[in-house]
């Protein structure tokens, strides 16, 4: 009898140290997801070139938290129970418009050197436009413009409206999968 009850324990310890392990694990899961990196799966062409759909990877909400947010950082927005991955364009108190496919901040123009040139062309041969123009819109006090990096294809600040800062959940993006995509994107 002896034996069965030591097997019965040796057993009973197993499954408990099973469960404390899971239980570790599931803590450090929801530590790192809730305050470290977001995990993110891209959907949708809104930031072709620069992200693919259904590349996967993380964004930083430790970046966001200690660093803030600068103009054309990307980042993970939280729009009803949706994540989107846009650019930071205008950031608060600024007034934007678009014309002639030139973007342009309190009246002056900027440069957008994160845009693949040889894309832009192509997309204003077809479209005639890459980013179409619109009047100006001046930000409040904590609201951001964001855009998608393929502006014939985005749903972002020009059709939304501006985003609140506390709707930002992470900012740049390590993407992982598929492998030949990996890169960091910020």
């Known amino acids: 009898m002896r034996k069965i009850g030591n097997k019965t324990t040796t057993k009973l310890l197993n499954i408990l140290q099973m469960q404390v392990t899971?239980?570790?694990?599931?803590?450090?899961?929801?530590f790192v997801v809730n305050f470290i990196a977001y995990p993110i799966q891209i959907e949708g062409k809104s930031m072709d070139p620069t992200l693919h759909d259904q590349d996967f990877g993380f964004s930083s909400i430790l970046s966001l938290k200690t660093q803030g947010v600068e103009r054309f950082d990307v980042v993970i927005v939280k729009v009803d129970?949706?994540?989107?991955?846009?650019?930071?364009?205008?950031?608060?108190?600024?007034t934007i418009s678009c014309k002639d496919n030139q973007i342009y901040i309190n009246g002056e123009p900027i440069q957008e050197d994160f845009l693949d040139e040889e894309y832009v062309r192509q997309e204003i041969e077809e479209h005639g436009f890459f980013t179409k123009d619109f009047s100006e819109i001046t930000?409040?006090?904590?609201?951001?413009?964001?855009m998608g990096d393929n502006r014939v294809h985005s749903l972002d600040s020009r059709i939304v409206?501006?985003?609140?800062?506390?709707?930002?959940?992470?900012k740049?993006?390590?993407?992982?999968?598929?492998?030949?995509?990996?890169k960091v994107v910020k």
């Open 172 to 182: 740049d993006i390590f993407i992982l999968w598929p492998f030949n995509h990996g």
């Open 22 to 30: 899971f239980l570790v694990c599931l803590a450090v899961m929801l």
């Open 81 to 94: 129970n949706e994540y989107w991955v846009k650019r930071v364009i205008a950031l608060p108190k600024e």
């Open 161 to 170: 409206g501006p985003f609140d800062m506390s709707q930002l959940i992470a």
């Open 139 to 146: 930000l409040k006090d904590n609201e951001v413009f964001l």
